[in-house]
């Protein structure tokens, strides 16, 4: 999991602004110093944002930010490994594929993987109510929750 936080942090000053796109990445003793981790875990945290086109590496050149990095790519991957996941689910669940247990499996099943669910229900009757899907999405803080599963109602389906 370390090579994770070093994705994040790596991530994080990019996003800030703190490395700028294009430029070089400093050497991988230097990082792994400044990280305080071994230089073959910082060669897999770089391998991992190599295979994900944030970064790319040329033999005696070191590394380099990729030049057409976008700030929204950039958040979906930091949310990746920030281990967040949402599931959103229709209260009452009246949809005949799914009930409260499965809510609970998948939640049980995502901590067990070291994802950390946040499970919000929305209101999912025919009458208008103040938690709907959009309001419970937009209750997710921007960036820290990458999957988002939504278990809709049966009777919506039908509806729309």
């Avoid at 305080?36 to 380099?64: Q, T």
């Avoid at 946040?118 to 990458?146: D, H």
């Amino acid at each position: 999991m370390e090579q994770e936080a070093i994705c994040r942090e790596l991530l994080r000053k990019i996003i800030d602004g703190e490395i700028l796109p294009g430029s070089p990445l400093a050497p991988e003793e230097e990082l792994a110093r400044g990280f305080g981790v071994s230089r073959m875990k910082l060669h897999r945290a770089l391998d991992i944002l190599r295979e994900n086109g944030v970064i790319f590496s040329r033999p005696r050149r070191g590394s380099r930010l990729a030049a057409d990095l976008s700030v929204p790519m950039l958040q979906r991957l930091r949310a990746f490994f920030l281990r967040g996941v949402a599931i959103l689910h229709a209260s009452p669940p009246d949809n005949i594929r799914w009930n409260m247990r499965t809510v609970d499996l998948l939640g049980k099943e995502l901590t067990l993987r070291g994802f950390r669910p946040k499970i919000l229900a929305f209101e999912s009757g025919r009458r208008p109510a103040p938690c709907t899907l959009a309001a419970r999405a937009a209750e997710l803080p921007a960036g820290e929750y990458g999957p988002v599963f939504i278990l809709p109602s049966f009777s919506r389906q039908n509806r729309s």
